[in-house]
């Protein structure tokens, strides 16, 4: 079979089960089984492919009918231009959490040198983004997945990050350590209640760690605020991502926390997404 067959009856199948961008997802999947770009099943559409690979192409597409997400079958996902290992054990990096990104180089970018917490680190994508652009900032991730741990390593290692970042295995609740410049995080934030209204993507293939909030999502949000207030310096920056319809009571437990205000950021849906604040004392 030739290469623009395989894709095309790829393409076919994906689009019969609804699958969005259908032949997009088909030509990604083949980099998959050719090794190369994606520009390469372009230019080589007449190229013949062995039935091994053909077979190897048609079982990872039946994943991808049954809604794993094409990150996981890829097993990385680019976030900030820069490309992370994935698998099921941590949740994939969002383009909106990159309105974040975008604020805090703005907001820094004529600072020397910064320490940065980043709470729930996962993949390690938001503080790994920020330690590339900023040569001699240092930052700690830590999250209570030590599976996330060690894909965070993985990704700083190939990343060239390791001699200015440090991954530790805890929870937010035992980590007692330094004063930092800045804290991020992206906490769990769904309700409990709605999980089970999320895609089947999310629900089905996504860590259910990384996602349940709690009853109304806002546990995880406030532990990482009691957190900040106790990690950051007087006058330090957290930037804290939230779900939707929870910017005023997020922004209560910040102020009941000693926390100011500084701006609230909104996602390429125009849903308010990130909250930026400062430890006033």
């Known amino acids: 079979m030739i290469i623009d067959n395989l894709i095309s009856e790829g393409s076919k199948i994906l689009k019969k089960a609804n699958i969005k961008n259908p032949l997009l997802d088909a030509e990604l999947l083949f980099t998959s089984i050719s090794k190369k770009k994606r520009i390469f099943s372009i230019i080589n559409g007449k190229k013949k492919i062995n039935n091994k690979n053909v077979i190897k192409y048609f079982n990872i597409i039946e994943r991808r009918k049954n809604k794993e997400p094409i990150a996981y079958i890829l097993k990385k996902k680019e976030f900030w231009g820069l490309e992370f290992y994935v698998d099921n054990d941590v949740l994939i990096p969002r383009p909106d959490t990159e309105v974040l990104l975008e604020d805090l180089i703005n907001r820094f970018r004529n600072k020397s040198r910064l320490n940065i917490l980043d709470i729930g680190t996962g993949t390690g994508c938001i503080l ?4 590339n652009n900023f040569k001699n900032f240092r930052g700690i991730g830590i999250d209570k997945s030590k599976k996330a741990i060690k894909i965070a390593s ?13 991954l530790i295995n ?21 309700c409990s209640q709605r999980i089970k209204y999320l895609s ?28 900040a207030k106790k990690l950051l310096k007087i006058g330090g920056h957290l930037y804290l991502e939230i779900g939707f319809g929870q910017l005023y009571k997020a922004k209560c437990i910040l102020i009941k926390n000693e926390f100011r205000i500084v701006t609230k950021l909104n996602d390429y849906g125009n849903i ?7 430890r006033v004392k």
Not at 128 to 131: A, D, E, G, H, W
Not at 154 to 166: A, G, W, Y
């Open 128 to 131: 790994l983004s920020i330690l």
């Open 200 to 227: 089947k993507d999310v629900r089905k293939f996504e860590p259910l760690s990384a996602l349940d909030g709690g009853l109304e999502g806002l546990d995880c949000i406030e532990k990482v605020i009691k957190a």
């Open 170 to 190: 805890c929870d937010i609740d035992n980590y007692k350590f330094g004063k930092y410049d800045i804290v991020i995080s992206n906490p769990p934030y769904i």
């Open 272 to 278: 308010s997404r990130c909250i930026i604040s400062t």
């Open 154 to 166: 993985h990704n700083s290692t190939k990343l060239k990050l390791n001699n200015r970042t440090k």
